[in-house]
């Protein structure tokens, strides 16, 4: 792996140096997929919006401003690109899955059935909240940077991240997890 910094590395991009995009593209393709899964919930979409997230990232090389952290930029590029699919999809059928109501015992379940039910309740979101959740607690984005990311106010994203927090608890508690 080089250790050469994001900023060497763009300045190498913005020469046309592939190999520069190829080590970026192993230094964030992980996180960013990581995002675009856990906002779309499909493998192949996220691995197109990722592949899309690169393909900007080559052909607007010479729009990242140095004083932006090169991840935030790609986090945003990658969210907008799924907020966009995640409209469409929004405009022709509801993403709100159907959760059964039966309680369940958080003792009794495993880990990763807990992280199953965690995904289900965050893709029940509308699609601004789903984002600004899945940004700020699930990939640890500052307000700040959501806002920038999505292009909402800070009082706006505040506002739809109360709302998604509210809405993944009670989704929550009706499988009796508190």
Known sequence: M???????????LRGGSEA??????????ERLFRLAYGLLGDCDA????????FIRLWRHSRRYDPRQSLSTWLCTICARRCYDELRRRYRHFSLITTLH??????DDMAADELLNLLQQAVASLPPKQ??????R???GLSADEVAV???????NVKANLYVAR???REKLKQYGIQ
């Open 20 to 29: 520069a995009l190829r080590q970026l593209i192993e230094r964030h393709r």
């Open 2 to 12: 080089s250790s050469s910094t994001d900023i060497e590395l763009m300045q190498q």
């Open 130 to 135: 789903r984002i600004v959740y899945q940004l």
């Open 101 to 106: 109501t039966e309680a369940v015992n958080p």
């Open 46 to 53: 996220a691995g197109d919006a990722v592949q899309e997230t």
């Open 137 to 139: 607690e699930i990939e």
């Open 166 to 168: 509210t809405a993944v």
């Open 149 to 155: 990311a999505t292009r909402m106010s800070a009082d």
